[in-house]
């Protein structure tokens, strides 16, 4: 329930901005609005407010909205309205309605990353744990336990902003100079090639192929919890027991032993567990469980965690009412770019197409950071409002940008387009789009069913 009412919610704000932004402007140019609904369809609710000519509607299926308008092209108009048609208006004024709709959703990006960044974002400092050897980190010097404090000269609050930066460089697929200040206090500068990066690797997890990993507090290999009825609990083991060898081997932290259980699914591992001045023998068998495709070992044993470590490691980011709407203006431009970037290497088969999201995804999506938080669900609002601003200016018939590029043609041309023109291209745009919707539903379902 939380996931619907969040993808619901989240559907019915950004469609009524969007919508609205049409509908203002078109009102600010003496254009009359017949029709403000939310959704398509079937109406399901319908007002008409006193002294105004529009019909303010909810309508069936929740998945977009529309402005409808006094146009002749859509149906007769009497003659003393004929001022107030759409397509009586000059051409400028027709494209500012029509752009009116996505800029209204970057608006409302602004608005909510400007609440977000006044409020504070909670983070995870960007401090680097181990490097692989041979990555493209461990080439350009970075070592275990660097704090990041900026890339090519932008300051780095938190490890989600140095993800976000560092994809935004992956599609470049240049170098990055990267500031750092080790644990002794010494600030050095590495050069982090990143000309290696793949299509693939942009798919994936893009820090773990640079070999750039966050780094965790160490945790030892003491039980902290047991699951109810789990192996753990049935073999005997008690929170407080410290894990001193699997299979023999000596065990240093947790990882360790989440390694070993994990590779003897079914199998038997014996346990040398120290319960304070006793040392115990324990012998389990993992739980065989899939994951994937996968079958691992599982015994239903959590870690003890010291809480004051890991905090330790969270930062909030925040700043001033000013320096807010810098960071909002920024952070949607940013965005915007890196969107249209990724469609136009998708179209050059740059980038999988399995990058595209389709409405089962955006409402998981909206469930998950519902359940996070409202600050969460405010990132994931700002983020899908900039999404729809992006994929609505894209000059495809029947999106807003489809509308546009027509418009511009006709401020070259002196004329309309005609309506042949018209009707080829509302055919070409339900075409791609419809296109474009079944690879997004197919992912959708590919997510579910392969994880």
Same mark, same amino acid.
């Given at each position: 329930?939380?996931?619907?009412?969040?993808?619901?919610? +989240?559907?019915?704000?950004? %469609?009524?901005?969007?919508?609205?932004g049409?509908?203002?402007?078109?009102?600010?140019?003496?254009?009359?609005?017949?029709?403000?609904?939310?959704?398509?369809?079937?109406?399901?609710? #319908? =007002?008409?407010?006193?002294?105004?000519t529009?019909?303010?509607?909810?309508?069936?299926?929740?998945l977009?909205?529309?402005?409808?308008?006094?146009?002749e092209?859509?149906?007769? %108009?009497?003659?003393? !309205?004929l001022?107030?048609a759409?397509?009586r208006?000059?051409v400028?004024?027709?494209?500012?309605?029509?752009a009116?709709g996505?800029?209204?959703?970057?608006?409302?990006?602004?608005?909510?990353?400007?609440?977000?960044?006044?409020?504070?974002?909670p983070?995870?400092?960007?401090?680097?744990?181990?490097?692989?050897s041979?990555?493209?980190?461990?080439?350009?010097?970075?070592? #275990?336990?660097?704090?990041?404090l900026?890339? *090519?000269?932008?300051t780095?609050? #938190?490890?989600? !902003?140095?993800?976000?930066?560092?994809?935004?460089?992956?599609?470049?697929?240049g170098?990055?100079?990267?500031?750092t200040?080790?644990a002794?206090? !010494?600030?050095? &500068?590495?050069?982090?090639?990143?000309?290696?990066?793949?299509?693939?690797?942009l798919?994936g997890?893009?820090?773990?192929?640079l070999?750039?990993?966050?780094?965790?507090?160490?945790?030892?290999? %003491?039980?902290?919890?047991?699951?109810?009825?789990?192996?753990?609990?049935?073999?005997?083991?008690?929170?407080?027991?410290?894990?001193?060898?699997?299979?023999?081997?000596?065990?240093?932290?947790?990882?360790?032993v989440?390694?070993?259980?994990?590779?003897?699914p079914?199998?038997?591992?014996r346990?040398?567990?120290?319960?304070g001045?006793m040392?115990?023998?324990?012998?389990?068998?993992?739980?065989?469980?899939?994951?994937?495709?996968k079958?691992?070992?599982?015994?239903?044993?959590?870690?003890?965690?010291?809480?004051?470590?890991?905090?330790s490691?969270?930062?909030?980011?925040?700043?001033?009412p000013?320096? +807010?709407?810098?960071?909002?203006?920024?952070?949607?431009w940013?965005?915007?770019?890196? &969107?249209?970037?990724?469609?136009?290497?998708?179209?050059?088969?740059?980038?999988?197409?399995? *990058?595209?999201s389709?409405?089962?995804?955006?409402?998981?999506?909206a469930?998950?950071?519902?359940?996070?938080?409202v600050?969460?669900?405010?990132?994931?609002? +700002?983020?899908?409002s900039?999404s729809?601003?992006?994929?609505?200016?894209?000059?495809i018939?029947?999106?807003?940008?489809?509308?546009?590029?027509?418009? %511009?043609a006709?401020?070259? =041309?002196?004329?309309?387009?005609s309506?042949?023109?018209?009707?080829?291209?509302?055919?070409?745009?339900?075409?791609?789009?419809?296109?474009?919707?079944?690879?997004?539903?197919y *992912?959708?379902i #590919?997510?579910?069913?392969?994880?």
């Amino acid at each position: 329930m939380t996931t619907l009412f969040a993808f619901i919610g +989240a559907i019915a704000l950004l %469609v009524i901005f969007h919508e609205f932004g049409h509908y203002w402007v078109a009102r600010r140019c003496g254009v009359k609005v017949l029709r403000f609904s939310v959704g398509f369809g079937n109406v399901v609710f #319908s =007002k008409r407010f006193a002294h105004s000519t529009t019909e303010w509607v909810i309508s069936a299926i929740p998945l977009g909205g529309y402005v409808k308008m006094l146009d002749e092209r859509e149906g007769e %108009v009497a003659p003393h !309205e004929l001022e107030y048609a759409f397509n009586r208006k000059p051409v400028l004024q027709r494209m500012a309605i029509v752009a009116a709709g996505p800029l209204a959703n970057f608006l409302l990006a602004i608005v909510l990353y400007w609440v977000l960044f006044v409020h504070g974002v909670p983070g995870l400092k960007p401090m680097l744990g181990d490097v692989p050897s041979g990555s493209p980190a461990a080439l350009a010097q970075l070592q #275990s336990g660097d704090m990041i404090l900026s890339i *090519n000269g932008e300051t780095m609050p #938190s490890w989600q !902003e140095l993800r976000w930066r560092l994809l935004e460089q992956g599609l470049q697929r240049g170098a990055v100079r990267i500031d750092t200040v080790n644990a002794q206090g !010494e600030p050095r &500068s590495h050069q982090l090639d990143m000309s290696a990066i793949q299509a693939k690797d942009l798919d994936g997890d893009l820090l773990e192929k640079l070999g750039l990993r966050l780094y965790q507090p160490a945790i030892p290999p %003491v039980i902290g919890k047991l699951a109810e009825r789990s192996v753990a609990q049935q073999a005997g083991l008690q929170p407080g027991d410290r894990i001193l060898r699997a299979d023999g081997t000596p065990v240093q932290g947790w990882a360790a032993v989440v390694d070993i259980v994990r590779s003897h699914p079914g199998q038997a591992v014996r346990l040398d567990i120290q319960r304070g001045e006793m040392t115990l023998p324990v012998t389990l068998v993992p739980q065989p469980t899939d994951e994937s495709g996968k079958l691992v070992g599982k015994i239903g044993a959590a870690p003890q965690v010291d809480e004051a470590a890991w905090q330790s490691m969270f930062v909030e980011v925040s700043y001033g009412p000013l320096q +807010a709407m810098q960071q909002a203006l920024r952070k949607t431009w940013e965005t915007s770019l890196v &969107s249209l970037k990724m469609m136009a290497k998708m179209l050059l088969g740059e980038v999988s197409v399995k *990058n595209l999201s389709g409405p089962i995804t955006i409402a998981d999506y909206a469930g998950q950071s519902a359940a996070m938080g409202v600050v969460a669900y405010l990132g994931f609002l +700002a983020l899908i409002s900039i999404s729809l601003g992006v994929l609505n200016l894209l000059p495809i018939p029947l999106l807003d940008g489809g509308h546009l590029l027509y418009y %511009v043609a006709e401020l070259v =041309k002196g004329s309309p387009v005609s309506d042949q023109a018209w009707e080829l291209g509302q055919k070409i745009g339900i075409a791609l789009l419809g296109t474009l919707m079944v690879f997004a539903i197919y *992912n959708d379902i #590919s997510r579910l069913i392969l994880g």
